[in-house]
C-alpha cells in the first residue's frame, strides 16, 4: 500500500515539458527587452556632426561660433558704412544741389586773379569776368562746376564717364572762344599725368563701390567655413586696395592742384581742398581696411560651423575645447 504513495511523490518532483520551456521563455522577452531601444536607435536619421559634436544641439553651435559671426557681421556692416560714402563721392558735385555741390575735391577761386598791386586790377578782373572768367571752378568725380562768389553755382558741366579737369582747355573756351595756343613740354607732361591719375581714380573708386556693395551680402558666408573666407578675403583685399589706392591718387591731385595754383605769385590764385570729400574718401578707405582685416583673421581664427561638423574642433556645453590649430574648414 505504501508503493503507490512513492510513485506519487517522484511524479510530483520530475519537471514538466511546460516546466522546462519557462525560464527559455523569460530569457528571450528579455533579450527582445533590451534588443528594442538598440533597433530604434538604428532607425533614427544619422547625425551630421561627427565624433564628439554628434549631438550638438543647435543653441551650442550658434554659442560656439558667436565670435566668428560677430566678425562677419561687422565686416558686413563696414562694407555698408565704406558703399554710402562711395556713393556719396560719386554724385559728389554732379549737380547744382544743396548737399552735392558742397562735395568736391578741390576749388579753384580766380575772383581777383589779377593782383591789387597791378594798376587797374580792379578793372581788368572786372573784363576777365565779363568775357566769361567766373569766380570760381570746384571740380569732382564726373564733372566740374562754375559761379560767383555773389551768386553761386550757375552752371555744371555734363557728367561724363572717366572725366578728368583740364584747366587751361576750359580757360582757353571761355575767355579765347575756343582758340588754341602752345603750350610749353612741361604744362602737356602735367596735363598728361593729370588726365592719366584722374581716370585711374575714376575706375577704382567705381569699381570698389560696386565689389563693396558684393561684400555686404557675401561677407555672412564665413560663418560656415573657412574655404567660404578665403575667396571672400581675396575680393576683400581688392576692394580695400582700390578704395586705399583712389583716396590717395585724389587726396595728391588735390593738394597738388592748391600747391600748383597759388605758387604763381604773378596771380593772385586760391584753391582749397574740398573737406567733406576729404573725409568722406578716408572714412570708406577705412573701413574697408577693417573689413579686410576681419576676414583676414576669420580664415585662420575663430571657429566655423563647418570645424564643428566634421569633428576637428569639439564643442562641449557651447564651449570650444582647447586643441591642436585646425585645418582649413
Not at 500500500?1 to 512513492?6: C, E, K, V, W
Not at 562694407?79 to 555741390?101: D, E, M, Q, R
Not at 586705399?244 to 593738394?255: D, L
Not at 586760391?270 to 577705412?286: E, L, N, P, R
Request: include cysteine; charge should be positive; hydrophobic fraction near 45%.
Amino acid at each position: 500500500m505504501a508503493l503507490p504513495s512513492i510513485l506519487r511523490i517522484r511524479r510530483r518532483n520530475t519537471p514538466s515539458p511546460t516546466d522546462s520551456s519557462a525560464p527559455s521563455s523569460r530569457a528571450s522577452k528579455e533579450k527582445e527587452k533590451e534588443d528594442r531601444p538598440a533597433a530604434a536607435a538604428g532607425s533614427q536619421p544619422p547625425s551630421t556632426y561627427n565624433g564628439q559634436n554628434a549631438n550638438i544641439s543647435q543653441a551650442a553651435i550658434k554659442r560656439a561660433t558667436r565670435l566668428r559671426r560677430g566678425f562677419a557681421i561687422s565686416a558686413s556692416c563696414s562694407y555698408l558704412i565704406s558703399f554710402v560714402f562711395l556713393i556719396l563721392i560719386l554724385i559728389g558735385n554732379t549737380y547744382n544741389k544743396p548737399v552735392l555741390n558742397d562735395i568736391y575735391f578741390f576749388k579753384l577761386d580766380l575772383a581777383d586773379i589779377i593782383p591789387t598791386s597791378v594798376e587797374n586790377a580792379s578793372l581788368i578782373n572786372s573784363i576777365a569776368q565779363t568775357i566769361g572768367l567766373h569766380d570760381f571752378y570746384q571740380v569732382g568725380l564726373w564733372n566740374f562746376c562754375e559761379g560767383y562768389q555773389d551768386v553761386g553755382i550757375t552752371y555744371c558741366s555734363h557728367p561724363q564717364t572717366l572725366y578728368w579737369f583740364n584747366p587751361v582747355e576750359i580757360l582757353m573756351s571761355e575767355l579765347l572762344s575756343g582758340a588754341t595756343i602752345a603750350l610749353p613740354t612741361e604744362v602737356v607732361t602735367i596735363l598728361s599725368v593729370l588726365r592719366i591719375t584722374s581716370q585711374l581714380m575714376f575706375g577704382f573708386f567705381l569699381t570698389s563701390a560696386l565689389l563693396n556693395l558684393l561684400m555686404i551680402f557675401a561677407s555672412p558666408l564665413a560663418v560656415y567655413s573657412r574655404w567660404w573666407s578665403l575667396p571672400i578675403a581675396i575680393l576683400a583685399f581688392i576692394s580695400t586696395l582700390l578704395v586705399v589706392a583712389a583716396s590717395v591718387v585724389g587726396s595728391v591731385i588735390s593738394f597738388v592742384f592748391k600747391y600748383a595754383a597759388e605758387a604763381q605769385q604773378a596771380l593772385n590764385i586760391h584753391a582749397d581742398v574740398g573737406v567733406k570729400m576729404f573725409v568722406f574718401m578716408w572714412i570708406a578707405a577705412g573701413f574697408a581696411v577693417w573689413g579686410f582685416i576681419a576676414h583676414a583673421g576669420m580664415g585662420c581664427c575663430c571657429v566655423s560651423r563647418r570645424d564643428i561638423r566634421t569633428g576637428r574642433r569639439e564643442v562641449r556645453n557651447g564651449v570650444v575645447q582647447d586643441q591642436t590649430s585646425p585645418r582649413m574648414g
